[in-house]
Nanobody, 129 residues
Framework: QAQLVESGGGSVQTGGSLRLSCAAAEGYKFSNYNLGWFRQVPGQEREGVAAIDPDDMTKYADSVKGRFTISQDAAKKTLYLQMNNLKPEDTAMYYC??????????????????????WGQGTQVTVSS
């Protein structure tokens, strides 16, 4: 699986915005993979936030729908997550991942990553009230 490096996290107040980036290693054929953003709070399971396929079809967890936007730039080999109207409950470590198949399974608006995914260091997002 390609090496992906997350960046762009930080501390913002409620209602603020951040844009996360996920850069792929040289040689990575961006257009071949499904990509996704995930987040995890210590002591809780990792959850799926948003996913995008090679045809730019997107999927979002209900908790972020209408506030977050996932996008990709194949030329720059970079995945993005634009996060608007941030809430304290969005505070988490955010990770990106890729796979030849689907990256997350969603049921009743809640998404979880598939076990086969690999994880990098992540980037911390903290939203204060």
């Amino acid at each position: 699986q390609a090496q992906l490096v997350e960046s762009g996290g930080g501390s913002v107040q409620t209602g603020g915005s951040l844009r996360l980036s996920c850069a792929a290693a040289e040689g990575y054929k961006f257009s071949n993979y499904n990509l996704g953003w995930f987040r995890q709070v210590p002591g809780q399971e990792r959850e799926g936030v948003a996913a995008i396929d090679p045809d730019d079809m997107t999927k979002y967890a209900d908790s972020v729908k209408g506030r977050f936007t996932i996008s990709q730039d194949a030329a720059k080999k970079t995945l993005y997550l634009q996060m608007n109207n941030l809430k304290p409950e969005d505070t988490a470590m955010y990770y990106c991942a890729s796979d030849n198949g689907s990256v997350m399974d969603c049921s009743d608006g809640y998404c979880i990553p598939y076990d086969r995914l690999s994880w990098g260091q992540g980037t911390q997002v903290t939203v204060s009230s």
